[in-house]
């Protein structure tokens, strides 16, 4: 890890999308993550919330979608119980109406600003189904939306479903990177395959789109053998384009149920134990927490390290993407 973390964690967005990754067809779009697999249950709203609250309490100002019917990101987040929720309406109006998406919850936490999802995101799909029938190019609704704001935020995390596949296909129309939460059973695994096959179909819109990692969801971190079955697993299913990101997210009944009846992040329960420093300056600061006893500080470490990973990844390739583009010294070999 580099001291004082990456580039992309010092820099705030220092420079232009358009400087940083110049063969986007859409520079706005450059920061859009979705989090995504074609099961349920492998901990895709998990990841999604975690990641997007903590580099929001972390500074960045972050805009969190949830693409998904079921609406459970809401009660990661809180306004499932507090009823602020639009159960997916500003989203299914924007596309509808072919406007500019506005987050329905602004600042619902520091630096979050929130686009729910919910029951209305089903009659989306119902309607995508048909469009798509009259014309292929329909899913790029998403992505038309999202560019006019899309330069506002340095963050964007979609949150998709497993089971609504034009409303998937919505969100990897507008992503730059996708990130796979996926849990080592066979069945999970197997849960890749379909989204492989989407990808494929993806890039024929969206040629930028890239798997920027796989997380292993709801395993202990010392399970080495597992993990290593499940890397291997994983190249089999995604063809070795997606490498296994080194942290692992455990599960923790207790943590998760408190969570969602509390409609708390792991980051902010743990906050709540005794001397707990607050875990973005660890995030921010590139490094591992300082750890108290306790499940919910051990999860919101592991989250801590993942959004980590993630963040230096996207760094990582935007350097590589910006060092390519850059034309050749004169007198050195083209």
């Known amino acids: 890890m580099r001291p004082g973390g990456t580039a992309f964690l010092r820099s705030m967005r220092t420079t232009p999308l358009e400087d940083s990754v110049q063969h986007l067809s859409q520079p706005a779009l450059a920061r859009v993550v979705t989090i995504a697999n074609g099961k349920g249950g492998v901990g895709k709203t998990s990841t999604a919330t975690n990641v997007a609250g903590l580099a929001a ?25 507090d009823g602020s929720g639009d159960s997916g309406q500003q989203i299914f109006d924007a596309i509808m109406q072919e406007k500019p998406l506005r987050p329905s919850l602004v600042n619902y936490r520091p630096n979050l600003d929130v686009l729910p999802g919910g029951s209305g995101l089903d009659d989306l799909e119902a309607i995508l189904i048909g469009r798509s029938q009259r014309s292929p190019g329909s899913h790029r609704q998403l992505a038309d939306a999202l560019s006019p704001i899309a330069d506002d935020y340095d963050l964007i995390i979609i949150d ?38 989407e990808l494929v179909s993806a890039r024929s819109t969206n040629p930028d789109i ?20 499940a890397r291997a697993k994983l190249d ?50 590139g490094r591992r927490p300082d750890r108290v006893p306790g499940t919910a500080p051990s999860l919101a470490e592991d989250y801590v390290l993942l959004a980590q990973e993630i963040l230096q990844e996207i760094d990582r390739r935007e350097t590589e993407q910006d060092s390519s583009a850059e034309p050749a010294h004169e007198g050195a070999p083209a």
């Open 236 to 285: 089999a299913a995604l063809g070795g384009v997606a490498p296994l990101f080194n942290s692992v997210v455990r599960h923790s009944t207790m943590t998760s149920v408190q969570v969602r009846e509390k409609g708390l992040l792991a980051h902010e329960l743990a906050e709540q134990v005794d001397n707990a420093e607050p875990y973005w300056k660890a995030l921010k600061e």
């Open 160 to 197: 998709t479903p497993p089971t609504r596949p034009h409303l998937l296909r919505l969100a990897l129309a507008a992503t730059r990177w996708i990130v796979i939460p996926t849990k080592p059973d066979d069945s999970s695994i197997d849960g890749l395959q379909k989204l492989a096959d």
């Open 57 to 81: 309490a972390a500074g960045w100002h972050v805009l969190f979608i949830e693409l998904d019917p079921q609406g459970n990101a809401g009660r990661d987040l809180g306004y499932e119980m």
């Open 210 to 229: 890239e798997v920027l990692g796989a997380v292993l969801f709801g395993i202990e971190a010392a399970a080495k053998a597992i993990r290593r079955e």
